[in-house]
């Protein structure tokens, strides 16, 4: 993992360091200030990336990726390849030449690779990563487009490069997010989680495994229909935005059920997620075509699992299934409510 993360941060400096010395040798004052706005963001991305690998030398990131040698190859490859695209002397380039050297860097920075890395290590952060991103981009498009005659063969590149990326994050979204709620989805669950678990394992560290069921959900579309049962399950999906932390990971588990990883959560704490989860949803203020205000409601479950460093990492069905038990105890004991979390390894 720290050769993935300190690939990442290579290319991000090379991309600074090209967009700075265009900025200050660039004979186009405007163009001049977009490189200049181009090499501050990037010296973001770096700090980014540096971020993570910090987190990950002080144990509080897992290795999130099974087969590294094979990313780290793609990585290192496309590290190659953007070296070889930023031409020496860039500082005696043309403005075109510049331009040109900005998109090919962009080319690269677009791969799906870079997205892929960003929902894996910082789930709850990754929507304003690839905004934030989206916007650097957006920069060059527009220089690109102002600089030369609309329909040239410039402008139509610069539009494949915003297509591609914009193609890329679709499809990601297509394969991790639900695209109802716009949460992740089971495979990211699946994903996460075994990589959670493994980290919880290696380090003694507890991971919380939260299950979150819609109470008499069915009733709900029954009498209002699919369409209010869709907006009452984005209302509570947003309810759990805000109920959890940043560090956690929400996943529309099911139909009408959601599952939530919290990596360092001690029992007691979780135990406190859990009530905050049945709280906020209790307080949504939903009404229907009518304006009469339709109360909604969850029981919640979970499990901790608190092992010693050097343990076998659990099952991911292992636990789910103890959460599972968990939210039945919750349902039983009439709904509307958070059982007490099952705390496995002690």
């Known amino acids: 993992m720290r050769e993935i993360l300190e690939l990442c941060v290579e290319m991000d400096l090379l991309a600074q360091r090209a967009y700075r010395v265009m900025s200050l040798h660039c004979d186009n004052t405007d163009l001049a200030k977009t490189f200049k706005k181009m090499a501050d963001e990037e010296g973001t991305h770096v700090s980014w990336w540096n971020d993570l690998l910090g987190a990950w030398e002080r144990g509080l990131l897992p290795d999130l990726v099974n087969d590294t040698d094979v990313l780290t190859a793609r990585l290192a490859s496309l590290r190659t390849e953007l070296e070889v695209a930023i031409p020496g002397e860039l500082q005696e380039r043309s403005d075109d030449e510049m331009l040109a050297t900005a998109a090919r860097i962009e080319f690269f920075m677009i791969d799906p690779i870079f997205g892929e890395l960003i929902d894996l290590t910082e789930p709850a952060r990754a929507d304003r990563r690839h905004e934030a991103y989206s916007a650097h981009l957006q920069r060059l498009i527009e220089a690109i487009e102002h600089h030369y005659e609309e329909g040239s063969l410039a402008t139509f ?22 695209p109802l709620t716009g949460i992740h989805n089971r495979r990211a669950l699946d994903t996460h989680l075994r990589q959670w678990s493994a980290w919880s394992a290696r380090y003694g560290r507890p991971i919380g495994v939260a299950l979150v069921d819609i109470d008499l959900f069915k ?107 968990s939210l039945y105890s919750a349902k039983q004991s009439g709904r509307d409510r958070a059982a007490a979390a099952v705390i496995l390894g002690l």
Not at 160 to 177: C, G, Q
Not at 237 to 249: G, K, W
Not at 269 to 289: Q, S
Request: aromatic share 6%.
């Open 157 to 178: 590149l610069a539009g494949i490069l915003n297509r591609t990326w914009r193609d890329n994050m679709a499809l990601n979204v297509y394969a991790t997010r639900d």
């Open 219 to 325: 009733g709900i579309n029954d009498a209002r229909g699919h369409a209010f049962g869709d907006v009452a399950l984005c209302a509570i999906a947003d309810a759990l935005r805000r109920a959890i932390r940043s560090s956690d990971l929400l996943v529309r588990y099911g139909g009408d059920e959601f599952a939530i990883i919290a990596p360092e959560t001690e029992p007691v704490e979780f135990d406190g997620l859990l009530k905050r989860i049945v709280e906020t949803v209790r307080d949504i203020d939903l009404r229907d075509a009518q304006e009469i205000r339709v109360p909604l409601s969850v029981s919640a479950g979970g499990a901790v699992a608190v092992d010693p460093p050097a343990s076998y990492p659990r099952s991911p069905d292992r636990l789910l299934a103890a959460a599972d038990q």
